[in-house]
């Protein structure tokens, strides 16, 4: 019997031509990413947050030094029907990286931090994670005393930087899909009569930077999704486009 081709999901990519400081957050019609370094510096309620601090890393520096690198972040937005089918917009050549410390010099890690040398800290080209040569997009979080560790602290800092990135998304739902550098279609399978393969995904679900969110409105995003933990740690079923498309955040 024929395999059946059931949610089809089409990825379009739009690779970032520059990425610079400006005075907004924005991607424009040319595939040009601005950056406005103190636009968030206002959302730090020096309650569990001190500081808010955006800055670029181009490839050329690399060598630069990075607090604790909480997560990386691919700028990524539906166009059309939910996460796993439908149409996506992603940005090729740059990333997001949140990062964090605290006012005391302690990074924001429990059994092992990721400071450092960028270029050291960083597993170049593998599913999820920058290529050499992208443009990096640092969103620095300084906690406030003691709030590095802090769940609900930690939390704050994830959903900030979501809504960071909300603003490109916004930006990158616009640009005409024909424009797009690249793009593939991807289909979950059912295959009669063949076995059925199921891979086993591992998550953290300890706490604060060890979390899970699944199911955000977004491509791996924060709004609307919730946490592992709060599901109680249960096995979730997920489909390969699902996964594929960013139903998964890791928070760690």
């Known amino acids: 019997m024929e395999e059946i081709r059931k949610r089809r999901l089409v990825i379009k990519a739009f690779h970032a031509e520059t990425v610079r400081e400006g005075t907004v957050n924005r991607i424009t019609r040319t595939r040009e990413i601005e950056v406005a370094p103190e636009s968030f510096a206002g959302q730090a309620d020096h309650e569990m947050i001190e500081r808010i601090h955006i800055r670029i890393v181009h490839p050329d520096q690399y060598r630069e030094r990075t607090n604790s690198i909480m997560d990386v972040i691919p700028i990524s937005t539906k166009v059309l029907g939910e996460i796993g ?33 960028i270029e050291e800290q960083i597993a170049w080209g593998k599913a999820g994670t920058p290529e050499r040569g992208d443009d990096l997009i640092l969103f620095e979080v300084t906690f406030c005393a003691g709030k590095g560790q802090d769940r609900e602290a930690v939390t704050r800092a994830h959903i900030l930087c979501d809504e960071f990135i909300r603003q490109y998304r916004e930006c990158l739902k616009k640009l005409r899909g024909e424009s797009c550098t690249n793009r593939r279609e991807f289909y979950d399978v059912e295959r009669p009569g063949k076995k059925k393969v199921v891979i086993i995904k591992q998550v953290a679900g300890q706490g604060a930077m060890y979390d899970m969110q699944l199911f955000a409105k977004e491509p791996s995003g924060m709004s609307g999704g919730r946490s592992i933990i709060d599901m109680g740690n249960m096995p979730i079923v997920v489909t390969p486009n699902e996964y594929r498309d960013g139903i998964l955040r890791s928070m760690q």
Not at 99 to 104: A, E, L, P, S
Not at 105 to 113: K, L, M
């Open 85 to 117: 089918e439908g149409v996506t917009h992603t940005v090729t050549g740059a990333y997001v990286l949140l990062t964090g410390v605290d006012v005391d010099g302690i990074q924001t890690a429990e059994f092992g931090s990721s400071e450092g040398v």
